[in-house]
């Protein structure tokens, strides 16, 4: 999440364009997005709604990383 520019502290508050609240339905989401494309997320920090394209990757992807 780092490499995307998400940080710790940021509240993720849309992932591909559909609002999330909570932190398992957010999980379940982002699992169901494939490996090697780029979708939009969206994070509360500081006050401001940040809106990042992120590459989703796979497993094999961060163990080599």
Known sequence: AQVSGILP????TQVN????QD???TINLIATLNPGENYPITI??????IKYDVRILSKLDEQIT
Do not use: S
Request: proline share 6%; aromatic share 12%; glycine share 12%.
């Open 17 to 20: 364009n559909i609002e999330v």
């Open 23 to 25: 932190v398992l339905p």
């Open 44 to 49: 509360f920090r500081q006050g401001k709604y």
């Open 9 to 12: 502290g940021d509240i993720i």
